[in-house]
C-alpha cells in the first residue's frame, strides 16, 4: 500500500518535471512576429514604412552584440545592426559579417569601435593612438586607412572619433591641441572614413565624458564650455554622419536638466535643431546610465523618448533586446513615444543605409 | 522502498528548481550568490606602453567586452584582458571585476 502510494508520487513528479521542462523551454525562446509583413522593393531600392510594425520600427533603431547563434531572430526581429569587438583575424570578420548580412531583408549595420585606443583588428593591423597624431594630414591619413581596412571587411559604421577636449582616464583616447586644432583634426579623420563609405561618429557629445574622476563612481557630472561644444559644431558643419551622446550629467553651455545626456529630450532636442544625421547613444549597459534608474523599463523608455535615432544594446542576451523592443513599443502604442518621432528615426537609419523610404 | 523515498525528495527538489527558473533564471540568482560571497573591490587597470592606469567600473566591463580573451594571470591582478597578446596596451583586472561584468550582461570571453 505504502509502496504504491511512493511509485504514484514518484509518477506524479515524473509528468510535473517533464510538463515544467516544455514551459522553461518555451519561455525560454523568443516569441517573435514574422517579418513577411515587410514590404521591400528591391528593383526601386524601397522599403514603405507603413508595412512595418512598430516593433519593427524600434528594431531597426537597435545595434547590437553580433552573436552567431542569434541571426536568425534579429532578422526577424528587423534589428537595425549588429556590432563586433575583436577577432583573431581578417577571414574571421569577413565570414562573420557575410553571414549575418545574408539573409537580411535590409542590410545591417555592422559597426564596431574603431579609434586607434580600442583597435579589434591590432592582431592583424596597428594603429597609432589618438594622442600620437600631430597634423591634420596624419589624421586624414588614419582616417582613410581604417576606412579602407574596414570597407574591406564589410563594417559600414566606425563609432569614432573622439572628440572630448582631453582623457585623463585612458590618457591617450583624445586628439592633441586646442579645441580648434582638435576640431580640424577630427574633420581630416573623418573625411578619411566616410571617402570609404564608412560613418563616423563624433563622440561623446556634449564632452568632457573622460575627464578625471572617481574610478568607484557610476554617476557622472560635468560642467561644459563652448570650448567643448566646438569640435561637434565643426564636425557637423564637415557633414560627420553621426554623433554619439553620453551619460554624463551636463551643466554649463548645455544642461541635462540633472539627468544623463542620452536620456535628455532637451539635450537631444537641442542637438537635432542643428544636426540631421544619426543620434547615437552611448553602451546602454554603460553602468553610468544603469545605475541612474532604479527602474529597467524606464530607462528604456526615456533612451527613445528623447529622440535617439541608434540605441545601442550590447546584451549578449537577445530575450532582454526583445524585452526592451516590447516595453519601448507598448510605450508607443499608449503614446508616451511620439510614433512620427520613431518614423523620423528610422526614415534617417533606413536613408543612411541607402534606402529610399516611402 | 527507502530508495524511492530519496528519488522523490530528488523529484521535488528539481520540480522547485524548474518553478522557480520560471519566475527568475536560476543562473541569475546562481550569479548574484557568487558575486555577493566575494567581497572585494573589482579592480580594472588599462596597461598602456607599461603605463598603468585605473578605468572606472563603469567603462570597465565594456573596454572588457571590446578585448579578444581575458587570461588568468598570477600575480596581484587575476585576468590580463587583451586584443592581441603582443600588444602594448591590455586590461589586469581581478575577478570580482569579471563576475561583476559577466552579471551586468557583458559577454566576456574566458581563455
Known sequence: MRLNKDISLTVILLIGIVILSFVNIEEARPKIESSENIRYDESTNTLYLDSL??????????VTSGVKENKE?????????VYFGAEPAKSDYIYVINFFQDGAIVP????????GFRNPFENFQKFPVFTEIQTKEQA????????????????????????????????CRNLPGTPEEIAEKADYYIDGLQENQIIATSKHYPGKTLSSRDPHKFIVNAVVDKNDLFPFEQNIENKVSAVMVSHIIIKGHVDSGSKPSVVSEKIISGLRNKFTGLIVTDAISLLGLKNFYADEQRMYIDLFKAGNDIVLNFDYNIENVQHMIDIVANAVERGEISEEKIDDSVTRILNAKGINVK | MRLLKILNILLVAVVILLVINLICPVDTIMGNVLYNLDTS????????AGISNEIPINNCCYELYNQLACEQIKGESDFTCYVSKTSGRYYLVNKKTIDYCKKEGFDIEIK
Open chain 1, 53 to 62: 510594425t512598430i516593433k519593427q520600427k524600434i528594431a531597426q533603431m537597435v
Open chain 1, 140 to 171: 586624414y591619413d588614419i582616417g582613410y586607412e581604417q576606412g579602407k581596412l574596414l570597407k574591406e571587411l564589410g563594417f559600414n559604421l566606425n563609432f569614432a572619433p573622439v572628440v572630448d577636449l582631453e582623457d585623463n582616464i585612458w590618457n
Open chain 1, 73 to 81: 531572430e534579429l532578422h526577424e526581429l528587423f534589428i537595425g545592426g
Open chain 2, 41 to 48: 573591490k573589482p579592480r580594472c587597470y588599462f596597461m598602456n
Open chain 1, 108 to 115: 545591417l549595420f555592422i559597426a564596431t569601435d574603431m579609434e
